[in-house]
């Protein structure tokens, strides 16, 4: 990515979370064109990032790919700090995963990431569409309760992967978090010349002049 596009992009700190084994780094993999279908769980965190353009208007999503594995959990709070948008994933084969963003992530994020945080629900894997264990009303229910939306997505087939990152950008630039960024942005003043400054430089050069020629005097007495 350009200097100039990184510059002009406004920032959108971007977390993933979810169990072990739904998909992650797959979904992150996909969104950047660097999809490996034999990833390996990742261990801590890993960080990438995108410039998108939603709406005419320059995202720069710093996406970071939590560890599921339970114990990495307790560094993962480190991570939520500052974020803007938690896209929570679970995988449709696997009850147990949608339970988990229930029962400990949801909470987890709430309780450590930024004041406002925009939740985003991926059931991944629809690819296995005739193996799904969770119930679509079930799904909706949770979704209202937390004010979050949802997609279904394949990382494997690279469906509708895209459309996740365009629905999370698009509630981003809706959100007070994006005014506040805004505004922010706007209201910040550029340095100024500081007259001040110059006179304590003179100074300093007149003080190092006087310096000088009392040093010169010296040696020639």
């Given at each position: ?41 990742t ?35 480190i ?64 979704c ?10 394949s ?12 629905k ?51 040696k020639?007495?």
């Amino acid at each position: 990515m350009s200097d100039n596009s990184e510059k002009d992009a406004i920032r959108c700190k971007t977390i993933i979370v979810g169990d072990s084994g739904v998909g992650k780094t797959s979904i992150i993999g996909r969104y950047i064109n660097k999809f490996n279908e034999k990833e390996k769980s990742t261990i801590g965190a890993s960080f990438t990032n995108k410039i998108d353009t939603i709406n005419g208007k320059q995202i720069l999503f710093e996406i970071w790919d939590t560890a599921g594995q339970e114990r990495f959990r307790s560094l993962n709070s480190i991570f939520y700090q500052d974020a803007y948008i938690c896209i929570m994933v679970y995988d449709i084969t696997n009850k147990q995963s949608f339970q988990s963003l229930k029962d400990y992530w949801y909470n987890s994020v709430k309780d450590n990431g930024t004041e406002g945080i925009i939740f985003h629900i991926a059931g991944n894997k629809i690819d296995l569409f005739e193996e799904e264990e969770v119930d679509r009303n079930e799904i909706k229910a949770y979704c209202k309760s937390i004010d979050a939306e949802f997609n279904f997505i394949s990382a494997l087939e690279n469906t509708y992967i895209d459309d996740l990152f365009r629905k999370v950008g698009l509630k981003f630039l809706n959100s007070d978090i994006y005014k506040n960024l805004k505004d922010n942005k706007k209201n910040k003043k550029p340095e100024k010349f500081s007259l001040d400054k110059d006179s304590d430089n003179n100074e300093n050069d007149n003080n190092n002049g006087d310096t000088t020629k009392k040093k010169r005097k010296k040696k020639c007495c």
